[in-house]
Structure formats: C-alpha cells, structure tokens
C-alpha cells in the first residue's frame, strides 16, 4: 500500500529559501509579519489544491498576522481568522480591511507626523539627527512600570522610545476615524523593523543597540507603502472577512456549524519558543498588553507549546489519554531527564509540555468537526522538533495520527522544506499535513 507519508518534490526544498517572502508578495502581507510565518505562496498552493473560488471560505484557526486570510482575499475567497494574541489578531484585522479611503490616511499622516517633529524639536531632539547633547536634561517619556517590566532588557533605546511615544500621543488626535488603525499598524511594523534593538532568529532577541533612530520619518514610510497598496485596490469588490479573538480549542462558540470549506493554517510547534515574546514589544508600548495579569491571561487562551506557557490546573492532556505514542514520547523524554542530570524547573516540565500540547491539538481538531462542511480540505503547517534534550518529536505524523484519531482522513503529509536547528544540530522536516473531513 502506497504510503500516506509522501513528498511533493515541485513544491518542496531543502533549504531556508522555501520560507521566503517573495518580492511579488510584499503588497499587505509586508504591512506586517512574523519573520518565521509561512509564505504566501505556500497557502496559494494549498488555496488551488482544494479548489477554493468565488464563494469559499477558507478558516485560519491559528491565523497570527493573517497571511491565509490575506491572500485568500487577494484572489477572491472569504477568509475566517481565529488568533488568541490580540495584537497579531489586529493586524490581521487592519491588514484585511481595503475599503477605508487611503488619501484620507496620508494626509492624516503628514499632519500627525508634522506635530510630532514639532514637539521634538522644542524638546531639542530633531527626528533625522542623531541627538548629541545632554541626555540627563532631556524629559524623555517612559513607559509605565509595570509595562517596562515585560519587555527584553535593551529593546528598544531611550530616546527612540520617546520619539515613539510622543509620536503614538499624537495619533490620539485621529483615534476616532477610520485610518487610525492602520496609522498605529504601521507603527508597530516600523517599531519591530527599525526603531528597535530586537533581532529575530528562532527566538526573538535584543541585537546591536541603536542609540537614536528616526522615528517619525521611518513611520510615514509604512504609512505611505500602505497608501500604494491600498490604492491598487480602489473600486474592486472585495470578498468578507473576519478575524476574531478566540481561543482555537474554543471555537464553537464563535463560528457558524458548518461554515467552513478549507483549513491553511500554521500551528504552533511544540518547542520552547515562546510565541507572545515575539509580539512583545509592539504590543506592551501600544497598549495591547499592560502588565503581567494581561500576559498571563493571554498564554492561557494558547494552546500550550513551552515551558513558559503551562498553567497548574491545565487539563488539555486529558484528550490524549491513553494515547501510548505520545505517552511514550513523554516518558522518553523524561528518562533522558533522569538520566543526563537536568533538575531545573523547566526541565521538568517537557513532558507535560508534550502531554498538554497534542492534547491541546486533539481538542482543537475535535472543535473543529463541527464547523466543517462535509468533504472540506485541511492543510496544516507543522515541524518535526528536537528541542526537549533532543528527543524527536515528529509533529506532522503525531498531528495526522490524532486527526484519524478525530475522523479525519489523512490524506498526506506533504514535505514544505528542512530546516537547520542550531540548537540541536540537525535539520528537521518542515510537513504539511493534508486531512479531509467527511462529515
């Protein structure tokens, strides 16, 4: 019998290229992304694979900054967007939405960007300078100290703080029209890209400092990539979107029985990325997260992938009892524990992490049979990991196994790319797995 477990070599690679935003694709989607999302063209593949038109739907229950939901509405199919973090559940929102009036938006910028300048220079900081003077006579705004207290020590510097928050102060002045969203969107893009110290790689951290950037100068750009694309777009008729602020493993409660034709969606992976620190910044300096109560309320709506993100009281497990492939992955990863000497905390947690991460995939898959139309397609994105003291962890195989579990029907597993772990030193599968509902 022919194996379910197969590669698709014209659209698979063996190397990071895969993973690329192509220069073709930069029209909303660069309005702002993860670094490590997937591609466009992968969820294209997938949009022509399972047939979706005029008419579709296609779901996204793990939808961070909208890349399915995007480019289903640039070829015409209705997008759902579910996501737990609510900065990246905005920017999908902000990112969907066409219809406002983009000169409106630039001209609202000039002037936003004009009063800022203003205030900067009558404190003696000029935006397209570096500031040379006395740092200790400067009244620099700061944030509030329970914020502070979130974000990576050095991400961003004092005086490109306050640049920033003199410039968010000023876009209170348009907070009740249309384009105000899209004003604050691409300040978080440009605070991500340019103002701050922050480098991503695997793991979002804090790169070479940069004493003083311009601020405002770097924000109008954004602003003005949006106007061209938004430009692009007048007088066509769009397809509906939604993005919602959900939990994926609860999605019932907000979704339509059987409103959905397709999945193209990209989990998380069970690892020890924290995926909240990789919105961290943009959402703590704009107001999206304000202390620690926030954040943690926050992990808890995620389905849980690390050490950082595990509650006393998680019962997501209970959906893989008796599940001897993932148990046995738990207690292998234990015994490795055990017998390498690894006491911390942390280390003690990868089993449960195991346990509580497929169990909080099985909940999600059975969430998910309500909402599907008969014969609708899946594909998920997801990655072998070897982060727990190495032991492999085979996500793609494990997820389809669960969803037959579910009664899905595993169509394949398609090979999206390999990756480099540098931390463990090997290079893992990077899997689509493709799953039909039959109602």
């Not at 968010?168 to 029209?177: D, F, H, Q, T, V």
């Not at 949006?226 to 919602?244: C, E, F, I, N, Y």
């Not at 992955?329 to 055990?338: G, N, P, S, T, V």
Request: proline share 5%; hydrophobic share 40%; charged share 30%.
């Amino acid at each position: 019998m022919k194996s379910k477990f197969m590669q698709h070599s014209d659209e698979a690679t063996s190397n990071d290229r895969a993973n690329r935003l192509d220069q073709s694709d930069r029209s909303f989607h660069d309005w702002y992304r993860f670094v490590l999302s997937f591609p466009p063209h992968l969820v294209r593949i997938y949009l022509e694979r399972f047939g979706l038109g005029q008419g579709s739907v296609v779901l996204d229950p793990f939808c961070g900054p909208g890349t399915t939901i995007v480019e289903g509405k640039l070829r015409g199919i209705g997008g759902i967007g579910i996501e737990a973090n609510p900065f990246p559940q905005f920017a999908a929102e902000v990112k969907t939405d066409w219809e406002i009036d983009e000169l409106a938006l630039a001209s609202a910028a000039k002037e936003v960007g004009a009063a800022a300048v203003d205030i900067l220079r009558s404190q003696g900081i000029d935006d397209n300078q570096p500031f040379n003077g006395d740092m200790e006579k400067l009244r620099l705004k700061q944030l509030a100290p329970e914020a502070a207290k979130l974000l990576l020590r050095g991400s961003i510097s004092p005086i490109p703080l306050h640049k920033t928050l003199t410039l968010l102060e000023c876009l209170k002045g348009i907070e009740n029209e249309p384009h105000y969203r899209h004003a604050i969107l691409a300040l978080a893009n440009a605070l991500v890209r340019h103002i701050s110290n922050l480098r991503f790689g695997p793991e979002v951290g804090v790169g070479k400092t940069k004493t003083d950037v311009p601020v405002v100068g770097t924000w109008l750009a954004e602003v003005h990539r949006m106007v061209r694309d938004l430009a692009s777009m007048s007088g066509r008729v769009h397809p509906t979107s939604k993005l919602l602020l959900a939990d994926s493993r609860n999605m019932e409660s907000v979704l339509e029985p059987k409103s959905v034709d397709a999945v193209i969606t990209s989990p998380p992976y069970p690892n020890e990325k924290d995926y909240s620190r990789t919105t961290r910044l943009e959402s703590v300096i704009l107001g999206f997260v304000r202390d620690g109560a926030e954040l943690r309320s926050l992990k808890k709506t995620l389905v849980r992938s690390n050490t950082r993100g595990v509650y006393k009281g998680d019962e997501d497990d209970k959906w893989i009892e008796g599940d001897s492939e993932v148990e046995e992955l738990a207690e292998k990863i234990e015994e490795r524990r055990k017998a390498l000497g690894k006491t911390s905390g942390f280390e003690r947690l990868y089993p449960k992490v195991v346990r509580q991460y497929f169990g909080g995939m099985a909940r999600h898959l059975a969430e998910m049979r309500g909402i599907l139309r008969p014969g609708a397609q899946l594909a998920y994105v997801v990655g072998d990991q070897a982060s727990y003291l190495r032991i492999m962890i085979r996500t793609g195989q494990l997820l389809g196994r669960l969803a037959e579990r579910a009664g899905f029907e595993l169509v394949g597993v398609d090979l999206f790319r390999t990756r480099w772990a540098t931390a463990t030193k090997c290079r893992l599968r990077e899997e689509v797995v493709v799953l039909r509902w039959p109602g």
